[in-house]
């Protein structure tokens, strides 16, 4: 089970450590040598991840390094048999990061990611910000024109971006109602109102709405554009 560098007996060491001590320092070195950026994790990353698990209850550093071993299970990284037996980890992660958001942390955007991975759903991990100043490419599905899809404080709006004139062309977006929303959306939608966050669940029924393409005036669902045109690349 080699880490980054290829050392076998370096993390396993550092574990036995971070759980004596929680010293820093060996949570740093375990940051580094289990995942190099986002798409990089190793063998010892998922050997690690049940023992991240069983410390993250106690430790915001292991909650920390196994969200984020979590949200890169999606990369290509040769490890599929050892995610595999990462199910159970995974499961009783789900759970302690869900107690987590119901105590409406500091850390809530970052938790709500790591959860959204958790529940195998990567790509809206990767891409969902916190609607303060958020814009989503898509392509129209009828006329192909690639529509910006501004979802902040500024507005929530369709428009065809250009270089001079900035977003022009602008619709309203006309978000999904709760009752409609289905799958990861609703469950995105049930957890942020269940935890107060307006913002994130006012953003969300937006970002699984429809939009108007300012070309062709076809109306599209956005997440479901969204997730087609860029779920090869994860
Ligand atoms: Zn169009």
């Given amino acids: 089970m080699y880490d980054c560098y290829g050392d076998v007996d370096r993390v396993p060491e550092l574990l036995a450590r971070a759980e004596r001590e929680d010293g820093a320092e060996a949570w740093d070195e375990l940051g580094y040598r289990l995942v190099l950026e986002c798409d990089l994790v190793f063998p010892a990353s998922f050997a690690a991840l049940p023992r991240l698990v069983r410390l993250a209850s106690r430790s915001a550093r292991a909650r920390g390094l196994a969200g984020t071993i979590v949200r890169c299970a999606a990369g290509s990284h040769g490890c599929d048999d050892l995610l595999a037996g990462c199910a159970e980890a995974i499961a009783e992660f789900r759970e302690l990061l869900d107690r987590h958001l119901r105590s409406r942390p500091d850390d809530y955007l970052a938790t709500f990611r790591n959860s959204i991975a ?117």
Avoid: K
Wanted: aromatic letters at 10%; a negative charge.
């Fill in 118 to 234: 958790a529940e195998g759903q990567y790509h809206w991990s990767a891409v969902l910000g916190d609607f303060t100043d958020d814009f989503y490419q898509v392509a129209c599905p009828h006329c192909a024109a690639e529509v910006t899809i501004a979802i902040g404080g500024y507005g929530r709006y369709s428009a065809i971006r250009d270089w001079n004139l900035g977003d022009a062309d602008r619709r309203d977006l006309r978000p999904a109602s709760p009752d409609g929303l289905s799958g990861i959306g609703r469950w995105m939608h049930q957890t942020a109102v269940r935890d107060g966050e307006v913002v994130l669940a006012d953003g969300i029924t937006h970002l699984f709405g429809q939009a108007e393409c300012p070309r062709c005036a076809s109306v599209f669902n956005i997440a479901d554009e969204y997730a087609s045109s860029h779920r090869p690349l994860m």
